[in-house]
């Protein structure tokens, strides 16, 4: 089955870059009938979609308004995995992140697959 | 202050039937796109329950079900188990948001 495992550090300094990585097993980050999503959860703003990454004969990328400008993620199909990088941190992106499969069936799509998720803290 | 509107809690007694609404706008619920339902057990991530507004995943015990009008949907328990204690949030995509996926703010089902 599809198992998407999440790796990276879970401090950064504010003002850096936040970057974790979401490696794929089972599927393909080129799959034409996916997308790979990054999620994250605070108590102060609950579950929050970031972006996503999604192959339809070339790339596509759809950010959120809320951090658009500061987002990037990125597949690398020759490690079948997916990033997120999230620039000038500050304290408000403190928060337990999660990246995601979005599957689709009966032309619709929805987050079928998880990761366990990324406990990140923005603190000097 | 999420997109979607959910109320923060609902309880039950086992073997009871409880809802859940999820109230959104024009924009999102109301223009058509599909509504998907999640379970969240503490210290995990969230796990698919419903999607496109009424369908079950395999594995998903048949007592979940899920229902959509207009601009609101509504997640119905029914026979409460002592293990659907979780928090449960709806999803969907919202059209002022350049189609950017939105949540509720999850509702807490305690079983009594």
């Known amino acids: 089955q599809v198992q998407l495992q999440q790796s990276g550090p879970g401090l950064v300094k504010p003002s850096q870059t936040l970057s974790l990585t979401c490696f794929i097993s089972?599927?393909?980050?080129?799959?034409?009938?996916?997308?790979w999503n990054w999620i994250r959860q605070s108590p102060s703003r609950g579950l929050e979609w970031l972006g996503r990454?999604?192959?339809?004969?070339?790339?596509?990328?759809d950010y959120a308004v809320s951090v658009k400008g500061r987002i990037t993620i990125n597949p690398d199909t020759s490690k079948n995995q997916f990033s997120l990088q999230l620039n000038s941190v500050t304290a408000e992106d403190t928060a337990v992140y999660f990246c995601g499969r979005e599957a689709t069936k009966l032309g619709s799509y929805y987050m079928d697959v998880w990761g366990k998720g990324t406990t990140v803290s923005v603190s000097s | 202050q999420s997109v979607l509107t959910q109320p923060p809690s609902v309880s039950g007694a086992p073997g009871q039937r409880v809802t859940i609404s999820c109230t959104g706008k024009n924009s999102n619920v109301g223009a058509g796109y599909d509504v998907h339902w999640f379970q969240q057990l503490p210290g995990s991530a969230p796990k698919l329950l419903i999607y496109?507004?009424?369908n079950r995943p395999s594995g998903v015990p048949d007592r979940f079900s899920a229902s959509k009008s207009g601009t609101s949907a509504s997640l119905a328990i029914s026979g409460l188990h002592p293990e659907d204690e979780a928090i449960y949030y709806c999803q969907s995509y919202d059209n002022t948001l350049s189609g950017d996926i939105v949540f509720g703010g999850g509702t807490k089902v305690t079983v009594l």
């Open positions: 496109a507004n009424t």
């Open positions: 990454a999604y192959y339809r004969s070339k790339w596509y990328n």
């Open positions: 089972g599927d393909s980050v080129s799959n034409k009938s996916a997308a």
